[in-house]
């Protein structure tokens, strides 16, 4: 039986989750056809932190999600596949719609309903 090739993704993270995870970009390997899902399942089983942060902590606004420069909801994860060299940004929104990650050189617009 053969092995699933592996995929390298990049995830940046903001605060608290970086003090989950010890750093704010943590390099990734995933098989082939992994999901967003599975990338945030995957970071939940290596870092207890993460998961409280992400799935158990109660906060008032989700965590923002972006695959690259696309906004992903919560409640896509499941069906958006990530790619070999993909970067996933993952932070608590805190006012506004736009977005400047420090250090990153990023600015993301959010999408809200």
């Given amino acids: ?12 993270v903001g605060e608290p989750l970086r003090s989950a ?6 390099a990734w390997e995933l098989p082939e056809g ?5 990338l945030l399942s995957s970071l939940a089983d290596r870092y207890p932190g993460f998961r409280h942060e992400f ?7 989700p965590h ?16 958006t596949p990530v790619r070999e060299g993909d970067t996933l940004f993952i ?3 805190v006012a506004g719609d736009k ?8 600015t993301f617009t959010l999408v809200t309903p």
């Avoid at 039986?1 to 940046?12: D, E, I, N, Q, Y």
């Avoid at 799935?55 to 606004?61: G, S």
């Avoid at 696309?70 to 499941?78: A, F, H, N, P, T």
């Fill in 64 to 79: 923002a999600l972006f695959l690259n420069d696309d906004q992903i909801k919560l409640d896509e994860v499941e069906k």
């Fill in 55 to 61: 799935y158990e902590r109660k906060i008032d606004l």
């Fill in 34 to 38: 992994a999901t967003v899902a599975d």
């Fill in 21 to 26: 995870v010890g750093s704010r970009r943590v």
């Fill in 91 to 93: 932070f608590l929104p």
């Fill in 99 to 106: 977005l400047c990650l420090i250090g990153w050189a990023a």
């Fill in 1 to 12: 039986m053969g092995r699933a090739s592996l995929m390298r993704v990049t995830v940046k």
